[in-house]
């Protein structure tokens, strides 16, 4: 029989598998957690991870690692309530924090016992690094940073886009020679899916077959990052993000200002960041942060795709711009061809006008 990474046989217009790949059957979504709470992306990952399996006509499983005394238990009921059917669980006191060596055994052990086809991680600090250690340990393929994931009904293999050439252009990565095929999607990407809490699953407990002499990274304090000054764009539900069509930094003050009075986040694209106007933290886009607010006011922002990957998931996205050929009107729910810096000030002054009426109303 043939390893795993046997190349796939081209057969009537499309790929056949080698057998023993064909026996990799399963969508799994890695929960991560930190301190007693299970981060966002994981159930967005959920989601997202439920249409791939029912496409595929598999179970959709969650992964959880934790220590005894963890609300391990919880996080697969979590799951289930998102739209998992399964959760593999190990509980072990070495995994009582995030360690890279522990962690990727762990994960690995599970992988070569109960063979998933696919394998979803959130692209955080956490998941970057461990999405890493295992793809290398299981020689297969990792695609990072995706913003798209889709099933090709040619092969059944997994679809996943992502932005590459700095946001230029976007690629579609199949790995059709390895398994799992592992993926990473940055917060924020996916929607998160509707929770019902009367959903129930099944859970597998494997063991880890580690101890803590195997480890030799030691973890000697927790400390907490209790800034509360640092931007906070992937969770905003308003942001106000301004371009180099604002033509001049002293021009972005407009931007702080429209945020102000809407009580909203301040975002920028990279050539913006790049000159120096605003911090890095504000910078939208494939190479900052992605977003998904409930409005995105785009003040002279082109549209290119490094910037489009980072806001696409708005629910409602405003764009002003003063060429009428920008990319950004191809997407934008509402266009205002015009110069940002006049119409920023009488938003800004409209919005303020309504807010005041409505607390007199109040």
């Not at 009582?96 to 762990?106: I, L």
């Not at 063991?207 to 400390?223: A, F, H, N, R, S």
């Not at 069509?245 to 920028?268: I, R, S």
């Amino acid at each position: 029989m043939s390893e795993p990474g046997t190349p796939a046989r081209k057969g009537k217009g499309k790929y056949e598998l080698d057998e023993r790949l064909q026996s990799y059957k399963g969508v799994w979504v890695f929960v991560e957690h930190e301190r007693g709470a299970v981060h966002p992306v994981s159930w967005e990952l959920i989601g997202e991870g439920r249409k791939l399996a029912d496409q595929l006509g598999v179970p959709l499983s969650g992964v959880v690692l934790g220590a005894p005394g963890l609300p391990t238990r919880r996080f697969c009921e979590e799951a289930f309530f998102h739209g998992a059917d399964h959760c593999y669980l190990i509980e072990d006191a070495v995994l009582a924090n995030y360690r890279n060596e522990p962690f990727t055994r762990g994960l690995t052990s599970l992988v070569e016992t109960f063979k998933p086809e696919i394998l979803l991680l959130g692209a955080t600090t956490q998941g970057r690094d461990l999405a890493g250690s295992v793809a290398t340990t299981l020689k297969t393929g990792l695609t990072a940073d995706c913003t798209g994931l889709a099933i090709d009904p040619e092969n059944r293999g997994l679809a996943a886009s992502r932005p590459t050439f700095g946001g230029s252009l976007l690629c579609t990565i199949l790995t059709l020679n390895y398994r799992p095929q592992m993926a990473t999607v940055r917060p924020r990407v996916m929607a998160m899916p509707d929770r019902d809490a009367s959903r129930r699953g099944t859970i597998t407990e494997h063991p880890l077959g580690m101890i803590e002499t195997d480890i030799v990274t030691k973890v000697l304090e927790y400390i907490p990052d209790n800034r509360q000054d640092t931007p906070q764009l992937p969770f905003a539900d308003i942001i106000v993000a301004g371009g180099r069509g604002l033509k001049k930094p002293e021009n972005f003050q407009l931007v702080w200002d429209l945020a102000m009075v809407l009580g909203a986040e301040v975002g920028a694209s990279r050539p913006v960041v790049q000159a120096g106007w605003v911090e890095a933290d504000r910078q939208v886009g494939q190479s900052g942060k992605t977003v998904r607010p409930k409005l995105y006011i785009a003040a002279g922002i082109s549209g290119a795709v490094q910037h489009r990957v980072g806001m696409e998931g708005a629910d409602v996205i405003v764009a002003i711009n003063n060429d009428a050929g920008a990319p950004i009107f191809d997407f934008a729910t509402y266009g205002i061809v015009g110069n940002a810096m006049t119409l920023l000030p009488a938003l800004t002054e409209a919005f303020r006008q309504h807010i005041a009426m409505a607390r007199v109303a109040s």
